[in-house]
């Protein structure tokens, strides 16, 4: 006849720590080391991961990869690597009038880009081919 142990109620959760670990984890993406995963209770598998940045919840399915997880890294809002790429490019004026220079922030803007072309062009009577030249 067998014979059965009493149960320790402090090594009880030592229990449910060894089934916890049974759940094998197979996670190699260095995208995890920003997420603390949430577990489900019953079957301990991954079933949403919570932003260390944000404290955002996302939801986890195994079958569709971790590439959702990298691109709310990049859009994150509270994250220090995101920040306004706009604020790197400076624009510096100086008139020849006089010696004051002027500094503001430059932006990308592709209608103005596209008006000042067409402007030189007409301008400068050059001929609309000018663009698709190798100099240009």
Same mark, same amino acid.
């Not at 402090?10 to 229990?15: G, K, L, N």
């Not at 260095?30 to 997420?35: C, F, Q, R």
């Not at 598998?45 to 996302?58: D, F, G, N, P, T």
């Given at each position: 006849?067998?014979?059965?142990? %009493?149960?320790?109620?402090?090594?009880? +959760? !030592?229990?449910?720590? &060894?089934?916890?670990?049974?759940?094998?984890?197979?996670?190699?993406?260095?995208?995890?080391?920003? #997420?603390? !995963?949430?577990?489900? %209770?019953?079957?301990?598998?991954?079933?949403?991961?919570?932003?260390?940045?944000? +404290?955002?919840?996302?939801?986890?399915?195994?079958?569709?990869?971790? +590439?959702?997880?990298?691109?709310?890294?990049?859009?994150?809002?509270?994250? %220090?690597?995101?920040?306004?790429?706009?604020?790197?490019?400076?624009?510096?004026?100086?008139?020849?009038?006089?010696?004051?220079?002027?500094? +503001?922030?430059?932006?990308?803007?592709?209608?103005?880009?596209? &008006?000042?072309?067409?402007?030189?062009?007409?301008? !400068?009577?050059? %001929?609309?081919? #000018?663009?698709?030249? !190798?100099?240009?």
């Amino acid at each position: 006849m067998e014979q059965h142990q %009493p149960i320790d109620l402090d090594r009880e +959760s !030592d229990v449910e720590q &060894q089934n916890t670990q049974s759940v094998r984890d197979k996670r190699t993406a260095d995208v995890w080391h920003k #997420y603390v !995963d949430i577990r489900d %209770p019953e079957t301990h598998k991954i079933v949403k991961a919570q932003c260390k940045i944000c +404290s955002r919840v996302l939801k986890v399915a195994t079958k569709n990869g971790t +590439s959702f997880m990298a691109n709310h890294l990049l859009t994150c809002p509270n994250n %220090p690597g995101n920040i306004d790429k706009k604020q790197k490019k400076i624009n510096i004026f100086k008139t020849s009038q006089s010696d004051a220079t002027t500094v +503001s922030n430059w932006e990308f803007n592709q209608n103005s880009i596209r &008006q000042s072309l067409a402007k030189m062009i007409v301008i !400068d009577e050059e %001929p609309f081919s #000018y663009v698709e030249r !190798d100099g240009f």
